[in-house]
């Protein structure tokens, strides 16, 4: 069963990443900047997921999304281990 | 527990880590307003993750609402992060360029002082330098000169600046010759150096200077510009004038006196000789080694510690000059009488002889002069004693002849006066030829043929001769002029010269006479194969008293080149040990007047 909210935050999920690509160049020249955008890019796919499990494979695409949400944490956890935990982080 | 349950646990956990490292590095250069904003992002995703863990994990279903309203805020928040970022990128962008601007401006000013500096430095140099300089543009107006350049030509700063350069001054500078080269520089690239004027100048007279000039590229503005140095080389050139005047005195006062001029550098071994020195020898300059052994070479070896005994004497500083007699082998292989004189001039720092130099004189001709002037002081000596023995020797000769005549009972007696007669006989004889010597007669002249006059003599001693084993060899040329000549003194020289040639050789041998013309003269040679003679002897041969013969009186040749000398004729001998001795007389064709030949007059 589709549910509007997840429509509609997928699909601002997919303005942010129209966003991302067109400033992609810029905002590789931040610290880590692709494990920040991988985590991005993971937790718009947990989205994504979320509204394609009302369509089908229900359990396995909700899975699958709570693993994304989980990825896209590790993946923000680790970037801010690379910019805030280290001296040479974020100058 | 539901396994999503545990995966939304440990989503949320993780979270928690992400802010509990970002509290710990708050003190980062980010900007605090996108720190706040990313801990906003970072505690609603940690809602979020717990809103998912009640679910999931069965505790309560009631922040399903609250839930999908946080994962939207997630979503915008993720969105205003990532602009923030973006911005900050930006801002960092403008500090840096920012940053490299205050950079670019500081080493700007670093460099324009440098350039200040370098400018004040080098205007300082041209300011200080005694040379005039003038700088023109590319229509050769004055754009600046150094004070030298105003002081020097009496112009004023206000008034040269701009000026066209010919009208400077005086119009100095309008030299058609210059003119040339000046407006070749900038079209052609050209430069020129030492391009001598002569300037009369109001406030420092005539004054002789050389030009140089160049072109001068701005590249700044991009302008071109000519750079004119001036030199004033007046005083150089007058001491260069004196030099060279006073090295003409030198020259003319050093051939006046006719010297060679020498220059040892006693520690090199150098010896620098001037082309008089060499001319001396005979030799030209480039022919002699510039060096010591060159003259050791030349020295004759008997003059060799005479000379080096004078020459350390003053090298020690035992004498204030250096000057001795001494003889010099030529080139065609005479010697040479020179007198050499020399200074010590510089020593080395050790105090040892650096430089010596002196003058070398040929002496030959005044040796000679003194030779003959003692010839001629031993004549008179001979002739007053000739003249004092005469007397007595003529009363023991007549005493000695009268008591032959009579009768006389001992036979020991009649003997011991016929030796006295003898004896005063021979004494008489040695008187006559002394007195030959020192006063030769005054000659009777008549035209003689020479070959007949020569055969009178080997006709009374070629059978004498032929009996010692010598034979006479003839080569007469036929027709030829008679000389006029004292025949008898003559034949008394071809007599003393065969004899001579006799005597010189042991057992059986030739004398070959050649009578020949040569020029203006008539040559008469005597070659023998007798032991012939040491270059030392044949010296000393004229010399009166000078004999190599166990009972000559040593008088016999200085009597024949006295004889030779009065019919202006040469008489000459050539000689090596072991090869024989060559005799030649050279007597004048041309009817000359005779004379008596005066040893004084060499």
Redesign the interface.
């Known amino acids: 069963m589709i549910?509007e909210?997840?429509v509609?935050?997928a699909l601002?999920?997919i303005?942010?990443l129209i966003?991302?690509i067109a400033?992609r160049l810029?905002?590789k020249?931040?610290p880590a900047s692709g494990i920040l955008i991988a985590g991005?890019y993971v937790?718009l796919t947990g989205?994504i997921l979320t509204v394609l499990e009302g369509f089908f494979l229900g359990k396995l695409l909700?899975?699958l999304e709570?693993?994304c949400?989980?990825g896209?944490?590790?993946l923000?956890?680790a970037w801010?281990?690379k910019?805030?935990?280290k001296k040479e982080?974020?100058? | 527990m539901n396994p999503v349950g545990v995966i939304d646990l440990l989503s949320f956990l993780t979270i928690l880590v992400a802010v509990i490292i970002l509290w710990n590095g708050w003190k980062c250069a980010l900007r605090r307003d996108i720190k706040l904003l990313f801990a906003g992002l970072l505690i609603f995703i940690l809602s979020y993750n717990l809103c998912l863990f009640l679910e999931w994990s069965g505790i309560t279903k009631a922040l399903d609402t609250l839930e999908d309203f946080i994962g939207t805020l997630v979503l915008m928040l993720w969105a205003f992060v990532l602009y923030a970022f973006l911005q900050e990128m930006t801002v960092r962008d403008l500090h840096q360029s920012a940053e490299h601007l205050r950079v670019e401006v500081i080493e700007r000013k670093r460099a324009e002082q440098l350039i200040q500096d370098a400018r004040t430095y080098a205007e300082s140099i041209v300011e200080t330098m005694r040379e005039p300089l003038l700088v023109l543009d590319a229509n050769l107006r004055v754009i600046s000169a150094n004070r030298s350049f105003y002081r020097t030509f009496g112009v004023a700063a206000e008034e040269a600046k701009g000026q066209f350069i010919y009208e400077l001054g005086n119009r100095y500078w309008d030299i058609p010759k210059l003119r040339e080269l000046l407006e070749e520089i900038l079209p052609k690239n050209t430069s020129f150096e030492n391009f001598e004027v002569e300037y009369d100048l109001p406030t420092i007279g005539r004054r002789a200077m050389l030009l140089n000039a160049r072109r001068i590229y701005r590249e700044g503005n991009k302008t071109q510009m000519i750079l004119l140095a001036i030199e004033d080389i007046t005083e150089r050139k007058r001491a260069e004038e004196a030099l060279r005047e006073s090295k003409q005195r030198l020259e003319l006062a050093l051939r006046g006196a006719d010297l060679g001029l020498w220059d040892w550098n006693v520690q090199t071994g150098e010896l620098i000789f001037d082309q008089r020195w060499a001319n001396m020898l005979g030799y030209s300059l480039e022919e002699i080694e510039p060096h010591i052994r060159t003259w050791k070479k030349f020295v004759h070896p008997d003059d060799m510690p005479g000379v080096m005994e004078v020459l350390n004497a003053h090298l020690a500083g035992k004498t204030p000059f250096y000057e001795t007699e001494y003889r010099l082998l030529t080139k065609s292989g005479e010697w040479k009488w020179i007198l050499g004189r020399g200074r010590l001039l510089e020593w080395d720092k050790d105090g040892k002889p650096l430089r010596v130099a002196g003058t070398h004189l040929d002496i030959t001709e005044r040796k000679k002069v003194e030779k003959m002037q003692r010839l001629v002081q031993l004549g008179k000596l001979v002739a007053n004693i000739a003249h004092e023995v005469n007397n007595p020797l003529m009363i023991i000769s007549g005493r000695a002849q009268f008591s032959l005549m009579e009768e006389v009972e001992s036979e020991e007696i009649k003997k011991n006066l016929q030796i006295i007669f003898e004896q005063t006989q021979r004494a008489k004889d040695i008187i006559q030829r002394s007195l030959r010597f020192s006063k030769p007669t005054k000659g009777e002249l008549k035209q003689v043929d020479i070959n007949r006059s020569i055969e009178e003599v080997t006709g009374i001693i070629e059978h004498q001769f032929k009996l010692g084993g010598v034979k006479i060899k003839r080569n007469y040329a036929q027709n030829l002029p008679f000389v006029s000549i004292d025949e008898k003194q003559i034949q008394e020289v071809f007599m003393n010269i065969l004899t001579n040639a006799y005597d010189a050789i042991s057992g059986e041998g030739i004398i070959e006479i050649t009578i020949s013309c040569e020029k203006d003269f008539l040559r008469i040679d005597f070659k023998d194969t007798g032991k012939g003679m040491s270059k030392e002897i044949i010296d000393k041969i004229f010399d009166p008293f000078f004999t190599t013969k166990e009972k000559g009186t040593g008088l016999g040749l200085s009597v024949c080149y006295g004889i030779i000398k009065a019919h202006n004729g040469e008489l000459k001998f050539q000689s090596l040990p072991g090869q024989g001795t060559t005799a030649t007389i050279l007597l004048p064709i041309k009817e000359t007047k005779h004379n008596v030949y005066d040893f004084s007059s060499g």
């Open positions: 549910q909210n997840e509609v935050t601002l999920g303005g942010v966003f991302i400033n810029q905002l020249r931040l991005f937790l989205w909700n899975f709570h693993i949400y989980a896209s944490a590790a923000v956890a801010c281990w910019v805030f935990g982080g974020w100058r």
